[in-house]
């Protein structure tokens, strides 16, 4: 087997396993129907993060046969903010709903610090293992002028991460969440599988 093809196992069942994990507590919430409050946000980082972690899988198989993480601990980084990325999508939406019913406003503004200090930390680690790749490349122009986009949105998501983690203003999440998803749009949207 090829390295991309160990990589695209790791990275199909993870993905695999994050889209469910939404799904499921979609069933669930839906299955609630009166006991559950519904408010965007919740619902609006939950495909923010399905998407993000769709992109992986994406960005991997359009990428292949290009050189990549070689070693165990060059591919950590990566590997760890996918675990992470999962953890953002578990976090996203609740596993159940009480008999007393949920409010997802609440639900979203409880959890906001786990769910985006995830986000962060996967982003973070993102641009370690961008800069590795980078180094392994020897910073010529055409390696600076290929990862130069992945470092500048890596280090925006990082960044409206944290924000998201301390700012509690309503305006401020709704502005941050056009700006994640105009840029996952913008990055993702042309990447065409080989």
Not at 69 to 90: M, N, Q, V
């Amino acid at each position: 087997m090829s390295y991309f093809e160990y990589q695209a196992i790791y990275i199909g069942i993870i993905v695999g396993l994050a889209i469910s994990n939404i799904l499921i507590s979609i069933h669930k919430l839906v299955e609630a129907g009166a006991r559950v409050k519904w408010h965007w946000m919740a619902p609006a980082t939950a495909l923010y993060a399905a998407t993000v972690t769709l992109a992986y899988f994406w960005v991997v198989w359009a990428s292949q046969g290009q050189v990549g993480h070689r070693t165990f601990l060059t591919s950590l980084p990566f590997s760890i903010a996918l675990g992470l990325l999962f953890l953002t999508c578990a976090a996203s939406l609740p596993d159940d709903v009480p008999e007393k019913g949920l409010d997802l406003k609440q639900y979203y503004f409880a959890n906001r610090r786990r769910l985006w200090g995830f986000s962060a930390c996967a982003h973070v680690l993102n641009l370690m293992s961008w800069g590795m790749n980078l180094m392994g490349l020897g910073f010529s122009a055409a390696a600076i002028q290929h990862s130069l986009l992945p470092l500048a949105g890596n280090s925006g998501e990082a960044a409206i991460s944290v924000s998201l983690m301390f700012v509690r203003a309503p305006w401020w999440h709704a502005i941050a969440f056009a700006a994640l998803c105009a840029w996952v749009l913008f990055y993702f949207g042309p990447l065409v599988l080989h």
